[in-house]
């Protein structure tokens, strides 16, 4: 497959997005054995950038710097490093100028987020939510883990399940918001989303969500701009 990079992906904020992520190609990336499949993107090589990463067993990629930070959750599969090995479920987050070498044994599929992060942002952050206690949401049938609140600012992640009939109550994406449907079916007053669909909604957007069959989805809020970014501010 010819490795294009497109330096302009949904970049505009301002407009909602929603993609299913299973039908987007795999776009090889420089390393052998790692492809994306991406959802946006400000940059070429180097980019401001969110994309679902495939890594074949026994890949790796070269070591590297995390300029402006790494954000990803393991979707399936193992992801390593150096400093460890994160399972499907594990969130993890690398402040900027941190570094690692990924690799994998098995083989492994995340969701990840790059150069988004504060440029004083010094929290590493590792959960492995398969052991992680979940809270009582905010409605019945909705239960929550959280995955980072900011100390000084509105951004915050976290997990959320919806039991079988349950809805969160009509809210405003104040700061925008970002969904990745982990399980189950979620339905909005747009449309129905089933797993790998990921959902980026505006600053400002009236959002209401409710499952008929159950759904868990990876939630970011707080963390968007109200307008058109560009690579040097983005």
């Avoid at 400002?204 to 989805?217: F, I, K, N, P, V």
Wanted: one cysteine or more.
């Amino acid at each position: 497959m010819e490795n294009i990079i497109p330096e302009r992906l949904r970049a505009d904020f301002s407009e909602r997005a929603v993609v299913d992520t299973a039908g987007l190609p795999w776009i090889p990336s420089p390393q052998a054995g790692v492809d994306r499949r991406m959802l946006d993107r400000i940059g070429g090589e180097v980019a401001r950038a969110t994309s679902i990463v495939r890594y074949a067993p026994d890949s790796c990629f070269s070591p590297h710097t995390h300029g402006g930070g790494e954000e990803f959750l393991v979707l399936d599969g193992i992801f390593s490093d150096e400093h460890g090995d994160y399972p499907a479920g594990s969130y993890v987050r690398n402040p900027p100028g941190s570094g690692h070498a990924p690799f994998t044994r098995d083989g492994c599929t995340i969701f990840v987020k790059l150069r988004q992060m504060r440029s004083d942002d010094e929290t590493h952050v590792v959960i492995r939510t398969g052991s992680a206690k979940w809270i009582a949401g905010d409605s019945a049938g909705v239960t929550k883990l959280p995955l980072f609140t900011e100390s000084d600012g509105p951004e915050q992640v976290e997990l959320i399940r919806l039991e079988p009939g349950a809805e969160m109550p009509l809210y405003a994406c104040n700061g925008g918001e970002e969904i990745l449907v982990l399980s189950g079916t979620l339905k909005d007053s747009g449309g129905t989303y089933g797993p790998g669909f990921w959902i980026r909604n505006p600053t400002g957007h009236q959002q209401d969500l409710r499952s008929e069959t159950g759904a868990t989805y990876w939630r970011k809020q707080g963390h968007l701009p109200g307008q058109t970014p560009t690579a040097e501010n983005g």
